[in-house]
Nanobody, 125 residues
Framework: QVQLVESGGGLVQAGGSLRLSCAASGHSGHTFSSWRVGWFRQFPGKERDFVAAISWTGSTTLYADSVKGRFTISRDNAKNTVSLQMNILKPEDTAVYYC???????????????WGQGTQVTVSS
């Protein structure tokens, strides 16, 4: 069983920055480091939306248009972590952010995938 734990959420003013982290445990290190990992977010009453993804090597990244140029996803396979640096935050970025692995492209893997519990990001205007 794999556990993903997000951290780093909080309250920030518009224009500010936050760095989210997703730490994996309860697995073999090779497993997580070989997975494509993604960040998703969920607005109240809405489905979870794709935010960013990173390949298992870290060489390829993908972003939703709404965050492109402001958010940066990265990973450290030695530490089994994936991070999301969020800059120039806007009130419309307010949501619960989840990491998930493995994912396919910008969507879910409909097999044995794993999700964290989510971390709240609130951006005040």
């Amino acid at each position: 069983q794999v556990q993903l734990v997000e951290s780093g959420g909080g309250l920030v003013q518009a224009g500010g920055s936050l760095r989210l982290s997703c730490a994996a445990s309860g697995h073999s290190g090779h497993t997580f480091s070989s997975w494509r990992v993604g960040w998703f977010r969920q607005f109240p009453g809405k489905e979870r939306d794709f935010v960013a993804a990173i390949s298992w090597t870290g060489s390829t990244t993908l972003y939703a248009d709404s965050v492109k140029g402001r958010f940066t996803i990265s990973r450290d396979n030695a530490k089994n972590t994936v991070s999301l640096q969020m800059n120039i935050l806007k009130p419309e970025d307010t949501a619960v952010y989840y990491c998930a692995a493995p994912i396919v492209g910008s969507g879910r893997y409909y097999g044995d995938d794993y999700w964290g519990q989510g971390t709240q990001v609130t951006v005040s205007s």
